[in-house]
C-alpha cells in the first residue's frame, strides 16, 4: 500500500491556537478521511471526504480535499486540552479495492 | 453501542506459540479487517475480507491467518509468533468498498 506524506510529524501548541495539518500523495484518491487516536485507543473516525474540492466541517474541525485529489488538509480551531493525541489521514485510490492508505500521524500536544 | 469488539486486549506470547485474535462488528456491515500500528509506521493492512465467504491478502499478510467465520466476526490467527510480530492490532469494518472504515479498540501483542 502506498503511504501517504503527513505532515507535521508533532505539534506543541497553547490552548486557544489553531491547528493545521496536511496530507498528500503522488497519486489521486476517491476518498479521504481523517482520525483520531487517544492513547490506548483504536482510531476514531473525525471527518470524511468523498469529493475533490469538497470542505466539511465537525464542531472545530475542518478538512477539505484537495482540488487535485492528491491532498488533504484538516484543521482545528480555538484547540482545548482534550485535542491532545495523534491524527492520521487515509485516503483510498481508485481500483484499491477496499485498502486504506495511512499517513504516519500527527501528534499533537496542547497546554492550558 | 458496542460496533467493533476485539479481544483479548492485551496478549504476551513466546516465541513460536500460536495464539488468535478474535473480533465482532454489531453493524451489519460487509467488509473487515485486520491492520497493524506499529511506532512511526501508521496502519498497515494485513488481511481483510471483502464479503462473508471472502477474505484477501493485504500489504503485510506473511506470518498471519484469517477466518471470516460470518459475518459479524473475522479472527486474525498468529500459527508461530515472532518478535517481529510484536504489535498494536487493530480490527475495523465498513459497509463496503469506499465506505467509512470503524476502528476496535485494539489488541496490545508482545512477542518475547
Known amino acids: 500500500g502506498q503511504q501517504l506524506n503527513q505532515s507535521p510529524q508533532s505539534m506543541f501548541i497553547q490552548e486557544g491556537e489553531d491547528v493545521s495539518m496536511n496530507c498528500t500523495s503522488s497519486?489521486?484518491?476517491?476518498?479521504w478521511l481523517w482520525y483520531k487516536q487517544d492513547p490506548g485507543e483504536g482510531p476514531v473516525l473525525l471527518i470524511a471526504l468523498y469529493k475533490a474540492g469538497e470542505l466539511t466541517s465537525n464542531g472545530r474541525l475542518t478538512a477539505q480535499f484537495g482540488i487535485t485529489r492528491k491532498d488533504s488538509f484538516l484543521n482545528i480551531s480555538a484547540s482545548i486540552p482534550s485535542d491532545v493525541g495523534i491524527y492520521f489521514c487515509a485516503g483510498q485510490a481508485p481500483n484499491s479495492g477496499y485498502a486504506l492508505n495511512f499517513g504516519k500521524g500527527t501528534s499533537l500536544l496542547v497546554t492550558p | 453501542n458496542a460496533g467493533v469488539t476485539q479481544t483479548p486486549k492485551f496478549q504476551v506470547l513466546k516465541t513460536g506459540q500460536s495464539m488468535t485474535l478474535q473480533c465482532a462488528q454489531d453493524?451489519?456491515?460487509?467488509?473487515m479487517y485486520w491492520y497493524r500500528q506499529d511506532p512511526g509506521m501508521g496502519l498497515r493492512l494485513i488481511y481483510y475480507s471483502a464479503s462473508e465467504g471472502t477474505t484477501d491478502k493485504g500489504e503485510v499478510p506473511n506470518g498471519y491467518n484469517v477466518s471470516r467465520l460470518n459475518k459479524r466476526e473475522f479472527s486474525l490467527r498468529l500459527e508461530s509468533a515472532a518478535p517481529s510480530q510484536t504489535s498494536v492490532y487493530f480490527c475495523a469494518s465498513s459497509a463496503g468498498s469506499g465506505n467509512t472504515i470503524y476502528f476496535g479498540e485494539g489488541s496490545w501483542l508482545t512477542v518475547v
Open positions: 453493524m451489519n456491515h460487509n467488509s
Open positions: 497519486s489521486i484518491f476517491n476518498t
